[in-house]
């Protein structure tokens, strides 16, 4: 029986630092990306970097940009199923992007639909982290997470960022845990990592 472990959080709370320690400690786990399919033989996308996405994301209307990032993340999420990998860590997983363009306007009924379709995690990891403080660590800003805004800086950012939230009531669930992670990496990674070998020594 697989393992989902997801580690969600606003842009800038250090999620894919935190993935990456936890594939070094377990390398054999399954690593789910959103944008994996621009990595793969498969991809068709007409995109080279994160940065033409960024561009095409910002073009979008709420809804349609809704639906486009979850195509692209079930593609992610379905590799990781049929893996043979017994832990699959899922970064940011849907709660991030959902809770991004609930703040930009998409159709709450739609955004439930759209969580409902995919798998549960058998622990969900939130990193929080101060808006201003997250900014700071960020050595370049998108649009997307400025929110959609073609002024992409500290200030949009933080502001962005302050109209989303994760504690969205359709999201939460008993196994939602919320870690600070304004700690020095490895001290964050310490509350991580006790959380996902509890949960592995369940079995």
């Not at 894919?16 to 990595?39: G, R």
């Not at 990032?69 to 699959?88: C, N, P, Q």
């Not at 959609?148 to 969205?168: G, P, Y």
């Amino acid at each position: 029986m697989k393992k989902l472990i997801c580690i969600t959080g606003k842009d800038g709370t250090g999620k894919s630092t935190q993935i990456d320690m936890l594939k070094k400690e377990y390398p054999h786990a399954f690593v789910s990306e959103i944008w994996d399919l621009l990595k793969s033989p498969q991809n068709k996308l007409m995109f080279n970097s994160k940065k033409d996405i960024d561009e095409y994301l910002c073009g979008l209307t709420p809804n349609s940009r809704m639906l486009f990032l979850m195509h692209a993340l079930k593609f992610s999420v379905d590799r990781a199923m049929e893996s043979d990998a017994g832990i699959v860590l899922l970064n940011a997983y849907h709660y991030k992007y959902l809770a991004s363009e609930i703040a930009l306007g998409a159709d709450l009924e739609l955004a439930k639909a759209l969580a409902n379709s995919f798998p549960k995690p058998d622990l969900i990891i939130e990193l929080s982290l101060n808006s201003s403080v997250a900014a700071q660590r960020k050595q370049r800003f998108s649009k997307y997470e400025c929110g959609a805004n073609v002024n992409a800086d500290k200030h949009s950012f933080i502001s962005f960022q302050e109209k989303t939230t994760l504690k969205q009531s359709f999201f939460t669930t008993n196994n939602w845990q919320t870690i600070t992670s304004d700690l020095q990496i490895e001290d964050t990674f310490i509350k991580v990592l006790a959380q996902v070998e509890r949960l592995i020594e369940v079995d």
